[in-house]
């Protein structure tokens, strides 16, 4: 698929809430249970930076937002401030297009001018699409926590994954 990998600008919002919100109402792919609006998704918007560790990047084709990729905090105290939790979500029409990879790739690049040593990224099972995306791109899982998400009545198991910087 064509499309430009470039930074999150405001506009991208209705486009990045969109692919979010499929995920959110139709899977157990993001344990988020409620739909997201523009004004109720922009505060997280407001937490990435052009330049950083917390970066939002999108794939734009033609003007329409077709995935994103971010990494933001993975917790709060100092120490941590080197580690970062990813998340990358595309269009489900663009999935097993390679977009993944390339997102991916584009972040990777832009966190290596940055103080960044460990990226970690959790990923709901089951889901072999991501687990294969994540592996092709240089996660080592590293565990999984058992039953910690509660969505349409049931309990969801998280993979964890880790990469070097």
């Given at each position: ?9 405001e ?51 033609g ?47 832009a ?55």
């Amino acid at each position: 698929m064509s499309a430009t990998i470039r930074p999150a600008r405001e506009g991208d919002l209705p486009g990045i809430v969109a692919i979010y919100n499929h995920y959110v109402l139709t899977t157990p792919i993001t344990f988020d249970v409620d739909a997201q609006t523009v004004s109720t998704r922009a505060p997280w918007f407001t937490g990435f930076a052009e330049t950083g560790p917390h970066r939002l990047l999108v794939a734009d084709h033609g003007g329409e937002i077709r995935g994103y990729v971010c990494s933001q905090p993975h917790r709060p105290r100092p120490a941590y401030r080197r580690s970062v939790e990813t998340s990358i979500y595309l269009a489900p029409d663009a999935v097993g297009a390679g977009l993944g990879r390339r997102l991916y790739e584009a972040l990777f690049t832009a966190l290596a001018e940055e103080e960044v040593h460990r990226l970690v990224a959790g990923v709901a099972l089951p889901n072999p699409a991501s687990q294969a995306l994540h592996e092709r791109v240089g996660f080592t899982k590293v565990g999984v926590f058992t039953e910690v998400g509660w969505k349409y009545g049931r309990y969801w198991d998280v993979v964890w994954y880790e990469r070097g910087l």
